[in-house]
């Protein structure tokens, strides 16, 4: 069966943000999802973690959220997420998980599983400068920020 034009497919947009206080240190992330004025958050923490594994974590989680094939743009503050699945992921995958140094990238294991969401959509991620204008960035920013501070009162 042909399939349709990506444009049939339904348009989410997402805004993610992850961060650490310290880092490593216990951290936070947070998703924001909409869909035709609907709209949805996700959040979680961890003890110990990186900045780098929650702005993974948020991406991954948000995409696996999606029950179906989906267009999405999925707004992020973090560099290394964006230019790591649109730049350097496919050389990754090429030499084994290596970097051009040979050593072994570091959070495989979530670009791994952010690799395994983004197979059934179209996916165009942007950069968004963090802590600047972007009102839906300072929302997921809180958001994770109150996952991380929610965890350290359950200790």
Known sequence: MPMGS???????EIW??????????PGGWAAILRFRGAERT???AE???????MELTAAAD??????QPCR????????YLQQGITRWVANWVKRNWRTADGKPVLNQDLWQRLLEATLRHQ???RWVRGHA?????????ALATEAREALGKQA
């Open 6 to 12: 990506d444009s049939d497919l339904p348009l989410v």
């Open 123 to 125: 996916i165009e991620w």
């Open 133 to 141: 204008d972007d009102a839906m960035n300072h929302r997921a920013d």
């Open 47 to 53: 003890p110990a973690t990186t900045n780098n594994r």
């Open 16 to 25: 993610t943000d992850g961060g650490c206080r310290p880092n490593p240190g």
């Open 62 to 67: 948000a995409l696996a959220a999606l029950k």
């Open 42 to 44: 996700l959040s979680g």
């Open 72 to 79: 999405v743009i999925l707004h992020t503050d973090s560099q």
